[in-house]
């Protein structure tokens, strides 16, 4: 079998952050959704998209055959300031543009995009991605629909609108925040990013979706001195929020983490080497989650039988106290989703259930395959790439233990506060992840910080190997992380709660 | 050149130095890409793709910037442009950041060094499926 290596969650300026997971969102009075507030047709007014252009389109992208086509018009404005040592050292705007058309034949899939939204553009790039199929002309829809959404990520104004003015005490208050907290921190990079992207998806069955999706965070960057030694640490928060979600409470969150993990690790001592049991802590520590097992459940490792989940539908992976969920639907989460970019409307799919795996996320093609619906898990980076099945927020639900009880039940072991890069080989599901924060746990108690150690393993042992939940579920806070496949990086939430796993390989020292 | 992208370029500098710049520099460039994939002999993937952006980089004040959009409206380009300049002048000083010296490059040589091949504008698509399937026959029993 082919290795696939990977980078996880690469593009990230700082660790992200993980707070208690939240209740939906109840609106203040005086909100309103965007969604709701703007009447659809976006793309029609600033673009002169019309329905009858689309269905030219769809034609020549169905002109040999193809099973199905679908357009993705996306307008994205993004926007990054960033400070170093309290002097703004950077600020980027950038403007994308295009559309995206699909066609799929059985599996196989014709792809052609344009910056130019033009009908002979269009039409260029539809009939390149036609020749997937050679034969008969296919039918489109005669009409499109407007689907029925609900919407996971409602702003009261644009980003956009936000002059830069606005962005800026935030940032130089993170910085100068981090500063005071410690005498130890001698640099700071601290910044503001944020994405606003618009989306039309209109496909071939008449269905016609658009989509306002932002995503933003403010992070803070350390770099701290003590006896001419050197640490470095960060935090971010953000996900898919209005601009009144960062207040003074989140950048004093923000540094209060960064300068603590930063300084933290002048105390640290290298871990000890071999097979032992290793406590994940909540949160963010649930990147392994979604490297190591989730990937494995993405239906296109699964139909192509690369993955070692392709047979076990139905079959017991995990303890039964184990539940894994793959959720589009958790309020300003960064892999929350309305629609997906296909046109499926953003849903819920239950992976394992009570240690029984129950489904995998599907896209249209995947989904055809298994002669299922589409989980709405179909996604991509932009209009310049095509569709796969991607995790949007992949959770593993609490358990019934404390998080005492699971430390408790270590005598000697590590606990897993967070990792960095990670390198996962997708089919097997092995996986080696860099620890950047942790302890070490001695005779059930937290003891002295460690540092510079990796921890190894096989993502679906790893998944059997779990032997005690906690009930302090935490979702990742973050807003920066991305995870990277096939040349595509997509925004994906993570969470669970404290988790035991009575084995795993620890690259340490040898005592 | 293409006339109509020379005549962009152009415009944007105008209406960046009338907007408040110093100096500026703008480049469109256009890209066409094309990827044909085989897999157990029969076609995977197929990939087109288009590109048209800007790309601007403005002097004010000392200071130095650099921002890219793909939506070329004219009016969506004025917006661009004035909050390109407004972003600038929020950066730390960089006196030492300036165009080139024309002197650098003036005379350059305007000579075609032929090497786009105007043979790759002719290639169909189905020509292309040819030469994969030629490559997939000769590479397998």
């Given at each position: 079998m082919k290795e696939i290596s990977r980078r996880s969650f690469l593009k990230t300026a700082a660790s992200a952050a993980a707070v208690s997971i939240a209740a939906p969102v109840v609106l203040p009075r005086g909100w309103y959704t965007l969604a709701g507030a703007e009447k659809p047709g976006y793309f029609e007014r600033e673009f002169g998209i019309s329905d009858s252009m689309c269905q030219k389109v769809l034609a020549e992208a169905l002109s040999k055959g193809g099973d199905f086509a679908d357009l993705y018009f996306e307008h994205t404005i993004t926007n990054s300031l960033s400070l170093e040592d309290g002097k703004v050292n950077r600020a980027y705007s950038d403007v994308s543009l295009g559309v995206g058309i699909r066609t799929v034949k059985d599996d196989q899939v014709g792809y052609g995009f344009t910056q130019e939204m033009t009908e002979g553009s269009m039409l260029n790039a539809a009939s390149t991605a036609a020749t997937i199929a050679s034969a008969k002309a296919t039918k489109a829809a005669g009409k499109f629909e407007w689907l029925k959404m609900k919407n996971y990520y409602p702003l009261q104004k644009l980003l956009t609108s936000v002059p830069l003015e606005s962005k800026l005490p935030l940032v130089q208050s993170a910085n100068d925040k981090c500063f005071a907290l410690s005498s130890q921190v001698i640099k700071v990079n601290a910044g503001f990013y944020d994405q606003q992207k618009r989306i039309l998806v209109v496909t071939s069955d008449g269905v016609k979706a658009e989509d306002l999706q932002p995503r933003n965070y403010l992070y803070a960057s350390v770099t701290a001195e003590k006896d001419g030694r050197r640490e470095r640490a960060g935090w971010n928060i953000g996900g898919r929020r209005d601009f009144s979600f960062y207040t003074q409470a989140t950048v004093d969150e923000i540094a209060k983490m960064a300068v603590d993990r930063a300084v933290v690790l002048f105390e640290a001592v290298q871990a000890p080497a071999g097979e032992m049991p290793v406590v994940l802590g909540p949160g963010v520590t649930a990147v392994l989650l979604h490297e190591a097992i989730g990937h494995g459940m993405e239906a296109d490792f699964n139909r192509k039988n690369l993955s070692t989940y392709s047979t076990m539908i139905g079959r017991q992976v995990a303890e039964p106290f184990v539940t894994i969920i793959d959720d589009g639907t958790m309020p300003n989460y960064l892999g929350s989703i309305n629609v997906d970019d296909e046109g499926t409307p953003g849903q819920r799919t239950v992976l394992v259930d009570k240690g029984?795996?129950?489904?995998?996320?599907?896209?249209?093609?995947?989904?055809?395959?298994?002669?299922?619906?589409?989980?709405?898990?179909?996604?991509?980076?932009?209009?310049?790439?095509?569709?796969?099945?991607?995790?949007?927020?992949?959770?593993?639900?609490?358990?019934?233990?404390?998080?005492?009880?699971?430390?408790?039940?270590?005598?000697?072991?590590?606990?897993?506060?967070?990792?960095?890069?990670?390198?996962?080989?997708?089919?097997?599901?092995?996986?080696?992840?860099?620890?950047?924060?942790?302890?070490?746990?001695?005779?059930?108690?937290?003891?002295?910080?460690?540092?510079?150690?990796?921890?190894?393993?096989?993502?679906?042992?790893?998944?059997?190997?779990?032997?005690?939940l906690a009930d302090d579920f935490e979702m990742n806070q973050g807003g920066s992380g991305a995870c990277g496949k096939g040349g595509q990086a997509v925004p994906c939430g993570f969470g669970q709660p404290t988790c035991l796993v009575k084995s795993m390989t620890v690259g340490g020292v040898k005592r | 050149m293409n006339k109509?992208?020379?005549?962009?370029?152009?415009?944007?500098?105008?209406?960046?130095?009338?907007?408040?710049?110093?100096?500026?520099?703008?480049?469109?460039?256009?890209?066409?890409f094309v990827n044909i994939s085989y897999r157990d002999h029969k076609p995977e993937n197929i990939k087109e793709a288009t590109t048209k952006q800007l790309g601007l980089e403005v002097f004010v004040n000392g200071r130095y910037s650099v921002q890219t959009t793909s939506d070329l409206r004219r009016d969506a380009l004025k917006d661009f442009i004035t909050n390109a300049i407004a972003t600038t002048k929020l950066l730390a000083e960089d006196p030492f950041r300036t165009l080139p010296d024309p002197k650098y490059y003036e005379g350059r040589a305007k000579v075609d060094l032929g090497v786009l091949d105007p043979g790759y504008k002719k290639l169909t698509p189905e020509d292309r499926h040819d030469l994969v399937s030629m490559t997939v026959m000769m590479n397998c029993c």
């Open positions: 029984i795996l129950t489904s995998y996320m599907y896209d249209k093609i995947s989904a055809r395959f298994y002669k299922v619906k589409s989980s709405g898990n179909g996604r991509r980076e932009s209009y310049q790439h095509y569709v796969q099945p991607r995790m949007r927020n992949t959770i593993m639900l609490a358990g019934p233990a404390t998080p005492k009880d699971v430390i408790q039940n270590v005598t000697k072991g590590i606990y897993v506060q967070d990792v960095s890069n990670g390198q996962v080989k997708i089919g097997e599901g092995d996986f080696a992840f860099f620890v950047s924060q942790g302890r070490m746990i001695e005779n059930g108690k937290l003891t002295a910080p460690i540092k510079d150690m990796n921890i190894m393993g096989n993502g679906p042992k790893m998944l059997q190997n779990i032997t005690m | 109509e992208m020379y005549d962009l370029t152009a415009w944007t500098v105008k209406t960046a130095k009338s907007a408040g710049a110093d100096e500026c520099r703008a480049g469109v460039g256009s890209e066409r």
